[in-house]
């Protein structure tokens, strides 16, 4: 598909006596204080005198306004926030977003121009301070240092145009609920419109944006350098006021192709000499110039740029592309210990429903042409089925194999999140790839091409949570860990029992843990050898963490053998549905343990409060849906009008179902 061209709209804008041209916001932080530096240039039709006006309105809706003479084109005004509303990412407070107006009046009180900004008072930077373990790779924010949690952001349609204000804002929703606090721009993709930077500052999502360079050669020729210098310069002018934008790389992948990428061999040294020109020379510079406050970085992975040590997992960012065969994805991904993993992740198919939009009925074959055609990485089936094949089941029908495909993905990520929010402080940052689709496709995306979540974007809000339980086996010795992204202690109980399919119980214990701000802990290790003896196909361990207010927050659920080796039972899941007035609760019981449930609807789509979760009790699950989180993409689809019809739509089944 051709992605170049006309795709946004176009306005013909006139000016008589003057046009500004650049407003710059710089805020200066002081401890109870927030001066901003507002520069601006105008371009003069005529050399009458003008006054430029600032406006300010907090959150509050309160307003102030100071004014200056413009001299020559141009004026710098300085305005003064006692007891600033200070913008956080999210997980970390609130997002206060103050107005900035700029209006361009003559000596009458004329109105000749204006420009208006939504800014966040905050500082982002990146930490590349030495320590221990080499140079770290931290984004601090408002002076604390944090760990980033999301993933790589692609265009939501390869057709631009059909990317809307709605589109944009699902997805980036779906980001929000499921915990991110961070979202990457990848370089592969395009610039996004201002809508999606106005909803990163409103949800909390710093933006690691990567300028639009990926994976390729280029020729620095004088024409291609006035390009890039235009582009850049353009792109940075739009989006540096915004509260979300954390940092700008110069392009995704290149450094580390001209190292390790068979494509750039048979190229000459002058083009990579091209690459240094670009990434390490031209573009800091604009970036220094007009965005002085946004760390740059040349590229990524990276550990700073020149060629030095690219692959060096002890300093810089990393992207992690290995674990697909051998011991498995979760293994060895245990073994790296990376200061910044700005790229990693596992494919998945995405539903049958998404499927059956691309495919007749003979296509539904996963090594079928239509199919192959349809996955982003080459020879990724032959993959998946290696890797189901260490963990699962050969499912039963083309549908279990999707849905199976889906566990594999979630619990990869999963894995590889766990393992560096443990590391917190070594590891700084998880970015998995991808969070979307552009076309309706198998690939790395939690979310596919028409907003379906799959199982790894429901799985995130537990392992992307502000506060979060992990389990780690290591054979029957399992360790329980919680990690506090948050600037509060928060305490925890931690109840941890040892069960039977059949929910007797073998062993239990609790414990109390009160966990610092940003510290991640050890709860316990059990060695469950004594009590699993020649059970292990029959058992499984649970940790509930229950917060201050005996809120179970969030439960963690570990088995001692692969999920091909277990003993399951067809438990029958009863359920039934209650309508309020904005949701329905789904109530949930199962008379034995039931891996992986899955609800969803025949002829509608829903985001679930949960899903693809264990029923590890005989108490009730209670799983809610709001009556706005219902969609119809299917032409001539019925609406639910109550809760006998979503009963009727809904499908519910757990992996015991798939073979």
């Known amino acids: ?68 003479t413009m001299i020559d084109g141009h004026c710098t005004l300085n305005m003064e926030i006692e007891s600033p ?37 905050r500082t982002i930077t990146v930490s590349r301070d030495p320590d221990h373990f080499g140079r770290e790779f931290s984004f601090v924010v408002n002076g604390e240092r944090i760990f980033a949690m999301g993933a790589g952001y692609v265009p939501e349609d390869s057709i631009y145009p059909f990317v809307t204000k709605e589109k944009i804002d699902y997805l980036l929703k779906a980001c929000a609920r499921s915990n991110f606090n961070m979202i990457r721009v990848w370089g592969g993709g395009y610039y996004p419109s201002d809508t999606f930077y106005d909803l990163c500052d409103e949800y909390g999502l710093i933006v690691w944006q990567d300028l639009m360079f990926a994976d390729n050669v280029y020729e620095l020729n004088d024409d291609f350098r006035r390009n890039i210098e235009a582009e850049v310069t353009d792109n940075l002018k739009r989006i540096r006021s915004h509260a979300c934008l954390g940092l700008i790389c110069g392009n995704a992948d290149i450094e580390a192709g001209w190292l390790d990428d068979d494509k750039f061999a048979d190229h000459s040294g002058p083009l990579k000499s091209d690459y240094l020109r670009m990434f390490e020379d031209i573009i800091p510079g604009l970036v220094a110039s007009h965005a002085p406050g946004v760390f740059y970085w040349p590229s990524s992975p990276s550990a700073g740029g020149n060629f030095n040590n690219t692959f060096d997992e002890s300093n810089g960012d990393s992207h992690f592309h290995g674990g697909r065969t051998g011991s498995g994805y979760i293994s060895e991904f245990k073994n790296h210990y990376m200061r910044f993993c700005s790229q990693f992740g596992f494919p998945s ?18 090594f079928s042409e239509v199919m192959e055609s349809h996955f982003k990485e080459e020879g990724a089936g032959g993959m998946i089925l290696q890797y189901l094949s260490r963990n699962f089941l050969y499912p039963k029908d083309f549908d279990s194999l999707l849905y199976v495909s889906q566990i594999m993905q979630g619990l990869a990520v999963k894995g590889a999140v766990e393992h560096m929010r443990r590391n917190r402080g070594r590891c700084m940052g998880a970015l998995f790839f991808q969070l979307n689709d552009c076309w309706p496709a198998a690939s790395q995306s939690s979310v596919d091409y028409f907003g379906r979540y799959k199982a790894l974007q429901y799985m995130a809000r537990n392992f992307f949570a502000s506060v979060a339980g992990s389990i780690d086996r290591d054979g029957n010795t399992v360790s329980v860990y919680i990690q506090n992204e948050t600037r509060d202690i928060e305490i925890r109980r931690v109840k941890i029992s040892l069960q039977t399919f059949e929910f007797r119980l073998l062993h239990e214990v609790e414990y109390e843990v009160e966990v610092k701000p940003f510290e991640a802990v050890k709860v316990c290790e059990i060695n469950y050898t004594p009590y699993i003896e020649g059970l292990e196909n029959r058992v499984f361990m649970e940790a509930n963490f229950i917060d201050e207010d005996d809120n179970v927050v969030q439960t963690e659920t570990e088995v001692f053998v692969p999920y091909k080796r277990l003993a399951l039972d067809l438990s029958s899941i009863s359920y039934s549905v209650i309508e309020l007035a904005d949701e329905y609760v789904i109530r949930m019981m199962s008379g034995g343990f ?19 979760f264990h029923l590890t009790s005989k108490r009730e699950k209670a799983v809610r849906l709001k009556k706005s989180d219902i969609r119809y993409l299917a032409y001539g689809s019925p609406e639910i009008q109550n809760g006998y019809e979503l009963e009727q739509q809904l499908v519910i089944r757990s992996l015991k179902d798939t073979y």
């Open 1 to 68: 598909l051709i992605d170049c061209g006309i795709f946004r709209s176009i306005d013909l804008v006139g000016h008589s006596f003057l046009k500004l041209d650049e407003v710059e916001i710089i805020q200066h932080h002081e401890r109870n204080s927030v001066n901003l530096e507002i520069n601006v240039n105008a371009e003069l039709f005529r050399n009458d005198p003008f006054l430029i006006q600032a406006e300010l309105i907090s959150p509050e809706g309160t307003i102030s306004a100071i004014n200056e």
């Open 85 to 121: 509303k200070i913008w956080w990412p999210r997980g970390f407070g609130q997002q206060p977003l103050y107005t900035v107006s700029v209006y361009a009046l003559d000596l009458n009180g004329n109105q000749w121009d204006s420009k208006t900004y939504r800014i966040g008072l």
């Open 349 to 366: 198919y995405p539903s049958l429903k998404t499927i059956k939009a691309f495919t007749k009925e003979s296509d539904r074959n996963i």
């Open 594 to 612: 039931a891996a992986f449930v899955e609800l969803d609807l025949k002829q509608a789509d829903a985001v679930f409060s949960d899903n693809f």
